[in-house]
């Protein structure tokens, strides 16, 4: 069963989701609503992509050697029987983490079986959490149902780059839409809420609700209509 998926993103009122050019206090606002609204969604789980969980690693890589082949197969590192869990996806198996924990949640990575024995001994060392769904490029919807039936993951937070949301979105697996709008207008060139090099397939949205909250940041709530 795939886990019900919500977006939880924040942008300027032109779809920038990098906040170092904003307005200190304009982002500071943001990032508390942003976390508070956060754990009122209430996920069993958050995932994101590479690059935004890289955001969480501690020192330079410390690479590891497997003594022995490894099964493609689900491991579920000790001290990660409870959620909410930190997911990301990395399908080549470059992130290096040395820790265990984002934000003080157990890490599960998604992988593809094409991943190296000695990145899942790194993995295994660092008591990170990994599935496999694909052999050479990550299907998005088989991850899905393995974190559900190997994580009881049933409520999800998409709140990744562009890149990730954008392949979550074109694959028809986000459900609902939770966007905060910062009163800020960017204009630079970047990352966005939605982003694939090949465009995506328009995704109609019924709204859900609209709500002014402190610092005049905007929180729109949408369900996406699946075809």
Same mark, same amino acid.
């Given at each position: 069963?795939?886990?019900?998926?919500?977006?939880?993103?924040?942008? !300027?009122? @032109?779809?920038?989701?990098?906040? !170092? $050019?904003?307005?200190? !206090?304009?982002?500071?606002?943001?990032?508390d609503?942003?976390?508070?609204?956060?754990?009122?969604?209430?996920?069993?789980?958050?995932?994101? %992509?590479r690059?935004t969980?890289?955001?969480?690693?501690?020192?330079?890589?410390?690479?590891?050697? #497997?003594?022995?082949?490894?099964?493609?197969?689900?491991?579920?590192?000790?001290?990660?029987?409870?959620?909410?869990?930190?997911? #990301?996806?990395?399908?080549?198996?470059?992130?290096?983490? $040395?820790?265990?924990?984002? $934000?003080?949640?157990?890490?599960?990575?998604?992988?593809?079986?094409?991943?190296? @024995?000695?990145?899942?001994?790194?993995?295994?060392?660092?008591?990170?959490?990994?599935?496999?769904? %694909?052999?050479?490029?990550?299907?998005?919807a088989?991850?899905?149902?393995?974190?559900?039936a190997?994580? %009881?993951?049933?409520?999800?937070?998409?709140? %990744?780059?562009?890149?990730? $949301?954008? !392949?979550?979105?074109? #694959?028809?697996?986000? @459900?609902?839409?939770?966007?905060?709008?910062?009163?800020?207008?960017?204009g630079? #060139?970047?990352?966005?809420?939605? @982003?694939?090099?090949?465009?995506?397939?328009?995704?109609?949205?019924?709204?859900?609700?609209?709500?002014?909250?402190?610092?005049d940041?905007?929180?729109?709530?949408?369900?996406?209509?699946?075809?």
């Amino acid at each position: 069963m795939k886990p019900h998926v919500i977006l939880h993103m924040a942008s !300027s009122i @032109d779809g920038r989701i990098l906040s !170092s $050019n904003w307005p200190e !206090s304009a982002a500071n606002v943001l990032d508390d609503t942003y976390e508070r609204i956060h754990r009122e969604l209430k996920g069993d789980a958050w995932i994101v %992509g590479r690059v935004t969980m890289a955001e969480f690693g501690k020192g330079e890589p410390v690479l590891a050697t #497997a003594p022995e082949p490894l099964p493609r197969q689900t491991w579920r590192a000790p001290g990660s029987e409870h959620g909410p869990f930190a997911v #990301a996806v990395d399908r080549s198996g470059k992130l290096h983490l $040395n820790i265990s924990r984002a $934000n003080d949640d157990p890490i599960v990575v998604v992988l593809t079986e094409a991943v190296s @024995d000695d990145h899942l001994a790194e993995l295994h060392r660092d008591g990170i959490s990994y599935i496999f769904a %694909g052999r050479d490029d990550v299907d998005l919807a088989q991850a899905l149902e393995v974190l559900n039936a190997e994580f %009881g993951i049933e409520r999800l937070l998409l709140e %990744g780059g562009g890149g990730i $949301n954008g !392949s979550f979105l074109a #694959a028809g697996l986000v @459900d609902e839409i939770s966007l905060l709008i910062c009163p800020v207008a960017d204009g630079i #060139a970047g990352p966005s809420v939605f @982003d694939r090099k090949e465009g995506l397939p328009a995704a109609a949205l019924v709204l859900q609700g609209m709500d002014r909250l402190d610092g005049d940041v905007i929180h729109l709530r949408y369900m996406v209509q699946h075809r």
